[in-house]
């Protein structure tokens, strides 16, 4: 099982700042079938990043991901106030289907 | 649009089945695979199980014992059953579909499953 890392755990940032996320799987995410989802409190997950960088429909571009392999990355280039909210990374290039733990984007 | 949507008990006792149910609307069931993912509240995410519309199973090894899933196109419908239930099954559980090999897509709104006595 590909196990999924994310960090931080937490980062409180104010609008307009920049947020980079991380997530580091435990081997090789194949094909680079990784994707990113967000969170809100007593909302469905909802797709942002597929294939590490490509972007879901109608997300906004200040949205970008990267990476390959093991380490990938979720960018916000610069936080509107509808961006604070929990962010998970997850895998589906082998089985099972992992996610990573999440990172909460808050308030500074 | 496609609109997944759970339904089942929100109550299940100890040593009990939990069964829920994802009714497809806006698209046909055929042609995609459909999950099952769940979250204990205030937790992360953990997919269970899948099931494409030509009825092929996957499932996760720490729940593969305990979980059946099926699926009804006749009803664009797909079901979870998942015995033997303990507090620790306490979760939102919601419906989730993706191409073979490929990301999920669309979420149901989830449902929550509480196990109590």
């Known amino acids: 099982e590909i196990v999924l890392t994310q960090s931080p755990g937490t980062l409180s940032l104010s609008p307009g700042e920049r947020a980079i996320l991380s997530c580091r799987a435990s081997?090789?995410?194949?094909?680079?079938?990784l994707a990113w989802f967000q969170q809100k409190p007593g909302q469905a997950p909802r797709l942002l990043i597929y294939?590490?960088?490509s972007r879901a429909t109608g997300i906004p571009d200040r949205f970008s991901g990267s990476g390959s392999g093991t380490d990938f990355t979720l960018t916000i280039s610069r936080l509107e106030p509808e961006d604070f909210a929990v962010y998970y990374c997850?895998?589906?290039?082998?089985?099972?289907?992992?996610f990573g733990q999440g990172t909460k984007v808050e308030i500074k | 649009q496609v609109q997944l949507r759970e339904s089942g008990p929100g109550l299940v006792k100890p040593s009990e089945t939990l069964s829920l149910t994802c009714t497809v609307s806006g698209g046909s069931i055929n042609g995609y695979h459909w999950s099952w993912i769940r979250q204990p509240p205030g937790k992360g995410l953990e997919w269970i199980a899948y099931?494409?519309?030509?009825?092929?199973?996957n499932y996760n090894p720490s729940l593969q014992s305990r979980v059946t899933i099926s699926v009804d196109t006749s009803k664009n419908q797909f079901s979870l059953r998942l015995n033997s239930v303990t507090a620790a099954d306490t979760a939102v559980y919601y419906c989730a579909r993706h191409e073979r090999g490929s990301y999920f897509d669309y979420w149901g709104q989830g449902t929550l499953v509480t196990v109590s006595s």
């Open positions: 099931i494409s519309y030509s009825g092929s199973t």
């Open positions: 997850q895998q589906y290039g082998s089985s099972p289907r992992t």
């Open positions: 081997q090789t995410v194949s094909s680079t079938y």
């Open positions: 294939a590490a960088s």
